[in-house]
């Protein structure tokens, strides 16, 4: 069974820097298509980044510069490095894994069609 948990949220003031950690079990991370996504109540949910298995990046462009994603295919995680945080990054952060025959990350990948989804963790920014 595939499972993903994500850890490292918390609250942290503008400017500052928090680096959240995806756990996967249950399937090797490196086959897979994977990817940090965020949603505010109320707002749908909106790709940040994604990393396909020959670790190539793709970032939204609010995110871009400040943010950097990354794997440890022998740990089996992934991270998001979040720096020079801004009130607007205030979000429940989800990992997620999607399956891809090719190894790289589609466009339906990044606009949310990921096969395997982990619980959340929350940023929260204050100003």
């Known amino acids: 069974q595939v499972q993903l948990v994500e850890s490292g949220g918390g609250s942290v003031q503008t400017g500052g820097s928090v680096r959240l950690s995806c756990a996967a079990a249950?399937?090797?991370?490196?086959?897979?298509?994977m990817g940090w996504f965020r949603q505010v109540p109320g707002k749908e949910r909106e790709g940040v980044a994604t990393?396909?298995?020959?670790?190539?990046?793709r970032y939204a462009d609010s995110v871009k510069g400040r943010f950097t994603i990354s794997k440890d295919n022998a740990k089996n995680s992934l991270y998001l490095q979040m720096n020079s945080l801004k009130p607007e990054d205030t979000a429940m952060y989800y990992c997620?894994?999607?399956?891809?025959?090719?190894?790289?990350?589609?466009?339906?990948?990044?606009?949310?069609?990921?096969?395997?989804w982990g619980k959340g963790t929350l940023v929260t920014i204050s100003s």
């Open positions: 997620a894994a999607g399956i891809s025959g090719s190894g790289y990350c589609s466009n339906a990948h990044i606009q949310g069609g990921m096969n395997y």
């Open positions: 990393i396909n298995i020959y670790g190539g990046t």
């Open positions: 249950g399937y090797s991370l490196s086959t897979y298509c």
